[in-house]
């Protein structure tokens, strides 16, 4: 009998702790994107304002999908796994495609759009990410050069 006991406490103790891990997964499935406005100084006293739309697409089976855009459709695109742990998100970028369209006039790019068509210019690893009081569908991400609050997208 003892026997029997031993091993239903075992077997429900097994159930218990498999079903806490599933729960407890940092990994979720959301979709998001975020407007916002970067501004840039220069080293001639100069500034530029740069308008931003991003997306970011965060996949149950702890993939991504992240994309960021500037006006003259300059940005990238990139793929890979992530992780969400602590209040910090890593973006492992597998792949990677700048976005660089047609242009229409012969000027050649400006320095700082050639960098944001790189994601490897972007911070993606451990990046404070916090959800909004206001907004829990919500997620803030403080990345090392600047912050996006992105919003659900449905």
Same mark, same amino acid.
């Given at each position: 009998?003892?026997?029997?006991?031993?091993?239903?406490?075992?077997? !429900?103790?097994?159930?218990?702790? @498999?079903?806490?891990?599933?729960? !407890?997964?940092?990994?979720?499935?959301?979709?998001?994107? !975020?407007?916002?406005?970067?501004?840039?100084?220069?080293?001639?006293?100069?500034?530029?304002?740069?308008?931003?739309?991003?997306?970011?697409?965060?996949?149950?089976?702890?993939?991504?999908?992240? @994309?960021?855009?500037?006006?003259?459709?300059?940005?990238?695109?990139?793929?890979?796994?992530?992780?969400?742990?602590?209040?910090?998100?890593?973006?492992?970028?597998?792949?990677?495609?700048?976005?660089?369209?047609?242009?229409?006039?012969?000027?050649?790019?400006?320095?700082?759009?050639?960098?944001?068509?790189?994601?490897?210019?972007?911070?993606?690893?451990?990046?404070?990410?916090?959800?909004?009081?206001?907004?829990?569908?919500?997620?803030?991400?403080?990345?090392?050069?600047?912050?996006? @609050?992105?919003?659900?997208?449905?």
């Amino acid at each position: 009998m003892n026997k029997i006991a031993l091993l239903a406490v075992g077997l !429900s103790g097994l159930v218990t702790g @498999y079903i806490t891990y599933q729960w !407890s997964t940092p990994e979720i499935n959301e979709r998001f994107n !975020s407007d916002t406005r970067m501004y840039v100084n220069t080293n001639f006293d100069k500034s530029h304002t740069i308008d931003i739309n991003a997306g970011l697409e965060l996949k149950v089976d702890g993939q991504f999908e992240y @994309y960021l855009v500037i006006p003259k459709n300059i940005g990238f695109s990139s793929v890979g796994n992530y992780t969400l742990e602590d209040g910090l998100l890593s973006l492992n970028i597998v792949y990677s495609e700048p976005l660089l369209a047609d242009q229409e006039s012969k000027e050649p790019l400006a320095l700082y759009e050639k960098l944001v068509s790189r994601a490897e210019m972007h911070t993606t690893e451990n990046m404070l990410a916090f959800r909004p009081l206001h907004n829990d569908r919500a997620l803030v991400v403080f990345a090392e050069r600047g912050a996006f @609050y992105f919003k659900p997208r449905d």
